[in-house]
């Protein structure tokens, strides 16, 4: 079956809110095995929404329409589907009731009964998280679910109601694996599949380019997970002979959370010492829970007195090398390991931009070092991007040559 997403609301047009919605289904609808053509976005006006549940008919069995079911004026999708489908509206009492009793004890708005307003003959979804409930049609071989805008509301609706519904409209799923790569470009990661590329049938495989990173999605379709697994994995099997430790995760696994949960088995601590990253390398491991166990401190020494004074560096290396180079970067890792006593130190210095750069020493230059194992790494990055992507690929960087020596 096609599927179709409808994202129904002005503030989507005008870039105040982002399409989170569109996201969510379009993953869950794909592993109900039901493949979605394309995602419409349009305004709080009914001319053009009407045109729009034309349009994508035209091209799917199955539109998933989210938003437009509140109260006010300019929440329209309720009656523009039932002026589409040619069916009067009424308001649904067991609906009704349930809006009342979560307004017990406060004002109930006049206009909140049109939350309980709905097509007649119309499938209703629950809505435990909000007062409007969804609703699907279904006529002349096409579906129509709506579904409210607010994720929150959304996303267990759905997955409660809607996805028992549409389970029994097709006979097959869809799996994923998504396999991630660092330390690879996504066009050597193509150049070194390009057989299993070319070949690939069912499964499909497909590499997605994100910061610093590439994700290898391979995806199956099959009557059920089970079979679609067994034919995801002597292909999975084969991309890891292939990238082998370019590969430091899959689906939803955390590059810091796999090195943190590493460093927590070898019974090893680590501090951070940043210049030109400033605290991100720090932020992406005590994000993780529980990496207080693991992590001693973290310390942004963005000047030459910070790095001096708090980690022991010798004015003269700094004044013969300059803050940005590499023996500036390893004595950053030592010093940091040795001051703050633990068995890791690391470390970041370089030029994020978009000034500061000269033709020896350009924007993007960064150096990293590590203190490890009572020897030190240190590595020379040439990033491109702006300051924001310079320090963001650092970090990514910075975590994977941990994860390489650990």
């Not at 969510?24 to 053009?48: E, M, Q």
């Not at 001693?296 to 180079?325: C, F, P, W």
């Amino acid at each position: 079956m096609i599927a179709e997403i409808l994202a129904v609301g002005t503030e989507l047009l005008l870039g105040d809110i982002a399409n989170t919605n569109a996201q969510f289904l379009s993953k869950a609808l794909a592993g109900l095995g039901i493949s979605v053509y394309g995602h419409t976005a349009v305004g709080d006006n009914p001319t053009r929404l009407k045109a729009a549940m034309k349009y994508t008919f035209n091209k799917a069995d199955i539109v998933v329409a989210c938003g437009g079911l509140g109260p006010t004026l300019d929440d329209i999708t309720k009656e523009v589907a039932a002026e589409y489908f040619g069916l009067q509206m009424t308001v649904d009492e067991p609906s009704w009731e349930a809006i009342k009793h979560r307004f017990a004890g406060r004002h109930l708005p006049e206009n909140v009964v049109r939350n309980a307003t709905v097509p007649i003959g119309s499938l209703l979804l629950p809505n435990h998280h909000g007062s409007a409930p969804g609703v699907c049609i279904e006529q002349c071989g096409k579906i129509l679910i709506l579904l409210p805008g607010p994720p929150h509301e959304l996303e267990p609706m759905f997955n409660k109601y809607a996805v028992p519904f549409l389970r029994q409209k097709t006979d097959r799923v869809f799996v994923s694996r998504v396999l991630k790569i660092i330390g690879v470009g996504e066009s050597n990661v193509e150049t070194i599949l390009k057989d299993l590329i070319d070949t690939q049938t069912n499964p499909t495989i497909a590499p997605y380019a994100k910061l610093s990173e590439v994700a290898l999605r391979i995806t199956a379709a099959a009557k059920d997970e089970s079979a679609a697994n067994e034919l995801i994995n002597p292909v999975a099997d084969e991309i890891y002979s292939r990238l082998g430790s370019n590969i430091y995760g899959e689906d939803d696994d955390i590059l810091a959370e796999i090195i943190l949960n590493t460093l927590k088995e070898k019974n090893q601590t680590i501090a951070i010492a940043e210049s030109c990253t400033g605290g991100l390398l720090t932020s992406a491991f005590v994000d993780i829970p529980g990496s207080s166990g693991v992590v001693m401190e973290g310390v942004v020494t963005y000047s030459n007195q910070a790095k001096t004074t708090r980690l022991k560096i010798d004015e003269k290396l700094i004044e013969t090398h300059g803050a940005v180079s590499v023996q500036v970067a390893a004595a950053m890792a030592e010093g940091i390991a040795s001051t703050a006593g633990a068995s890791i130190g690391i470390s970041t210095t370089g030029i994020a931009g978009p000034s500061g750069g000269t033709d020896e020493k350009p924007v993007g230059l960064v150096y990293l070092g590590l203190h490890i194992n009572g020897k030190t790494i240190t590595k020379e990055l040439r990033l491109i991007g702006d300051r924001n992507e310079i320090r963001a690929r650092a970090v990514i960087s910075a975590l994977d040559l941990l994860r390489l020596n650990i």
